[in-house]
Structure formats: structure tokens, C-alpha cells
């Protein structure tokens, strides 16, 4: 998986208000 792919899913995991500092 690339790393952007797991950004995409880390993001559609989590709420849609939090965001990742990484």
C-alpha cells in the first residue's frame, strides 16, 4: 500500500472534523 493510500484510509476511518497532523 502506498503511503498516500493509508493517508486516503486513515482519513475515511477517523470522523470527518479530525485531521492528522502527519
Known sequence: IS???G???LKI???QG???SK
Do not use: A, G, K
Open 3 to 5: 503511503s498516500q493510500e
Open 13 to 15: 476511518s477517523v470522523p
Open 18 to 20: 479530525y485531521h492528522f
Open 7 to 9: 493517508n486516503l484510509n
